[in-house]
């Protein structure tokens, strides 16, 4: 069980790049170790039912189902992803070796000669040419190595004799590589390596544990800091290479971090996953996700009775698996629900509305949006006219504004109620209500009604005389005679009147006041509040 299931209090931020997201996080399961590539995502996983028994599995970003990387009878450890191999520890009794596994072919290999050796092979990462890890030897010394995959040399970065001496592989990335070493009775410190001038640098510690190291393409350096102790005081911080300092976010008392990784992307975003534990609990892990300050990410979510996926074009949201995704400035996403089985599209919320099956976005900020499929009867409201207003539902259900559909059991009824803003007056209701009064449905099937809002200001009448009949609408929407006859508009605004009849029995006899002559279309210029007669008479037999 994750973090939420062990009642932890919500994670309260300091100074964060945004809101941790939960990434993976299942009941009855621990996740750990999440790592990322362009295109796949991997994490170490056991269950309340076997806790000592850990596995490796991995899926695609763009969604799909997860599949097992370790080989049957064997235990696992992550490590990193490179293009679509990723490098994994494999471990079975006595022996641990790293292993390479294609995410896509799902073939398993053997790294060269040189990284494998009777010794235990631990933690490993990858980035380009070069293979991050620690090796462990029976008497219980330890080495962090750095292995060059393109010339198979290999260069000891740190070493420890003493048993009570713990180093922690982290993460290389680009031309930076990170561990921490922890001495009993002392701290934990995190080292930073430069791969270009085989520089050393330990990250300033105030006496704290510090641990848990990644490291991004710049040198910035994320990790963990706390006192003494499982979950005491637990913080995520990031130092970039002229410092200081920065608390990411505060982990709640009793849960820790084992990991963390950075990854980023083919747009420069960088995104931090690390995982959340709660201490003495087994199978008790959820793998977060941090995005970076000014990262824009659009985040889809699925609800209601009924099933259904939402994918989006730019590819990047199969929704389903994979519910967000990080786009650049300005970037035109279309989303596109998908119902499945018996089910239909109930409409969005958020930053999407109405109850099209597509919706398009400009991304010029980070937007959530979800989208609700159902097996029951959908009401839909819309809003049209010059002014402005909400729409609220009794049950609840619809406010609109911003949530304008709402699947209710058959039978229910429902009243809606029209509440113009304060520079607009109420006009009516059209499709299954009509009239400027209540409106209450009855959702013996799925039913469409549009509230109709007119902007305060100068007011255009129009009547309809005459011994026949006919229409009048405007090119705004917001006179549909009979009906809506009045509506107002802004000073200036130019309203187009348009006329129609019945030809075979009916003949159009003019205009009166702000319009004259016989022609079906007129235009007012509303300089000022204004009415306009149209006569319709009977052909003479």
Not at 153 to 180: C, H, I, M
Not at 387 to 410: F, K
């Amino acid at each position: 069980m994750g973090v939420f299931g062990l009642a932890l209090p919500i994670l309260t931020a300091a100074r964060a790049s945004a809101a941790p997201e939960l990434l993976l996080g299942r009941n009855r399961f621990g996740e750990y170790q999440g790592v990322r590539g362009e295109d796949f995502l991997a994490w170490q996983q056991n269950t309340r039912k076997h806790p000592g028994q850990y596995d490796v599995f991995a899926r695609p970003m763009t969604g799909g189902d997860a599949f097992k990387v370790n080989a049957a009878g064997t235990n696992g450890a992550n490590g990193g992803i490179e293009g679509d191999l990723l490098v994994y520890q494999q471990y079975d009794g006595g022996k641990s070796d790293l292993k390479f596994f294609d995410l896509r072919t799902k073939d398993r290999t053997s790294p060269p000669a040189g990284v494998n050796t009777r010794r235990w092979e631990y933690w490993p990462s990858m980035s380009g040419q070069w293979l991050l890890f620690g090796r462990l030897a029976g008497d219980g010394s330890r080495e962090i190595i750095l292995y060059d995959l393109s010339t198979r040399d290999a260069t000891k970065l740190d070493e420890v004799g003493r048993r009570d001496t713990f180093l922690e592989p982290g993460q290389v990335n680009g031309d930076y590589a990170v561990w921490s070493r922890c001495t009993r009775g002392t701290k934990c410190n995190v080292i930073l390596y430069n791969i270009v001038d085989g520089v050393k640098t330990r990250i300033p510690n105030p006496g704290a544990f510090q641990y848990a190291p990644s490291v991004s393409p710049d040198g910035t350096v994320t990790f963990a800091r706390s006192a003494s102790g499982c979950g005491n005081r637990v913080r995520l911080l990031s130092y970039p290479l002229d410092g200081p300092a920065t608390v990411l976010w505060h982990v709640p008392s009793g849960g820790d971090v084992g990991t963390t990784r950075v990854f980023v992307g083919a747009q420069g975003n960088a995104t931090i996953y690390f995982d959340n534990f709660g201490c003495s609990q087994p199978a008790a892990s959820d793998v977060w996700q941090i995005l970076e300050q000014g990262a824009i990410q659009l985040t889809v979510k699925v609800e209601g009775d009924g099933s259904g996926s939402v994918t989006s074009s730019p590819a990047g949201i199969n929704c389903g698996s994979d519910c967000t995704e990080i786009y650049d400035a300005g970037t035109g996403v279309t989303l596109t629900a998908t119902p499945q089985g018996g089910s239909t599209f109930a409409g969005w919320s958020g930053a999407c509305t109405g109850s099209s099956t597509t919706c398009t976005l400009t991304m010029n900020a980070s937007k959530s949006v979800t989208a609700t499929f159902t097996t029951k009867p959908v009401l839909t409201v819309a809003k049209s006219g010059t002014g402005g207003g909400s729409v609220t539902s009794s049950p609840p259900g619809i406010n609109c504004g911003n949530d304008c559909n709402e699947p209710y059991d058959p039978g229910t009824s429902v009243t809606l109620t029209a509440t113009p803003n304060g520079t607009s007056t109420f006009a009516g209701w059209t499709g299954a209500c009509a009239g400027t009064g209540g409106c209450t449905v009855t959702m013996n099937g799925s039913k469409s009604v549009t509230a109709m809002f007119t902007a305060e200001g100068q007011t255009l009448s129009v009547t309809i005389g005459g011994t026949g009949s006919g229409t009048v609408a405007s090119n705004t929407g917001g006179i549909s005679c009979p009906g809506i006859c009045s509506a107002a508009y802004a000073p200036g605004t130019d309203v187009i009147l348009t006329a129609a009849w019945d030809d075979a029995v009916v003949e159009f006899a003019g205009w009166g006041g702000a319009c004259n002559g016989s022609n079906p279309t007129c235009t007012v210029t509303m300089d000022g509040s204004k009415s306009v007669t149209a006569t319709f008479d009977l052909e003479p037999p």
